[in-house]
Structures are given as structure tokens and as C-alpha cells.
């Protein structure tokens, strides 16, 4: 599978019959859609959440890519949507053998200052 930096991943099976959740892909560069495109890779199935619009046209292509099954808009910040989240991801899988947690947000204004001054 080559990835769209043209990196190769090696193939295998060593995830084969394993299901899990990724969860934090922003685009073609994130660290969580490099990780899920080597678990895809070595077998694993995958389903994908996101929050919003903006990032469900972003992710979808990619969860599609690797013939993900399910794409579940899920708000971290809501326990109403997560619960809805794991029911929809129950409800096709079972039971998962892992997540992928890669979520983060930090305020615009906190990437405009020295690292050592950001409240993280």
C-alpha cells in the first residue's frame, strides 16, 4: 500500500481478525492515519470517527481508502455522542481489540506564543 508521501507499508497479517477505532485522524498527515494506515495494512479493520463536516470530507476519503466500514461523528467533549459513538461501533463490531486515541485542540492563540507560556 503506498501511502501518498509514497511511503510503502509493509503488508502482513500480523493484525489480521482484529477490529479497532481510530479516532484523532485530521488529514493525510496525521500521526493517527499513519498508524491506521499500517494497522489497515497488516489486516486490521478499522472504523473512524470525526467531528463535523469539515472533517468527515477529509477522513472519509482516507477510512474509505483502506476499506473502513464505519465513519462515526463523535464530540469527545459530549457524553451523549461518544455513548452514540461506541453503540454504532457495537452494533457493527462487537467487541474492538484496541483504539487509537490521537485527539487533540489547543486553543489557536496558543500556538502564537513561546512553547514554555502554553497553559499544556
Known amino acids: 500500500m503506498a501511502s501518498e508521501s509514497g511511503w510503502n507499508m509493509p503488508k502482513g497479517e500480523l493484525m489480521k481478525g482484529k477490529k479497532g ?3 484523532g485522524v485530521a488529514n493525510s498527515n496525521s500521526i493517527a492515519w499513519g ?12 472504523a473512524f470517527t470525526y467531528m ?14 483502506v476499506g473502513a466500514k464505519l465513519l462515526i ?13 461506541f453503540e454504532a461501533l457495537e452494533a457493527e463490531f462487537g467487541t474492538i481489540d484496541f ?19 502554553s497553559s499544556t
Open 21 to 23: 477505532l481510530i479516532m
Open 35 to 46: 498508524i491506521a494506515s499500517q494497522l489497515a495494512a497488516q489486516g486490521a479493520e478499522l
Open 52 to 65: 463535523g463536516e469539515g472533517l468527515e470530507r477529509r477522513v472519509r476519503p482516507l477510512a474509505e481508502s
Open 73 to 85: 461523528q463523535a464530540d469527545v467533549t459530549d457524553d451523549a455522542s461518544m455513548d452514540a459513538a
Open 99 to 117: 483504539v487509537v486515541h490521537s485527539v487533540a485542540f489547543a486553543n489557536y492563540s496558543e500556538g502564537l506564543q513561546p512553547f514554555e507560556a
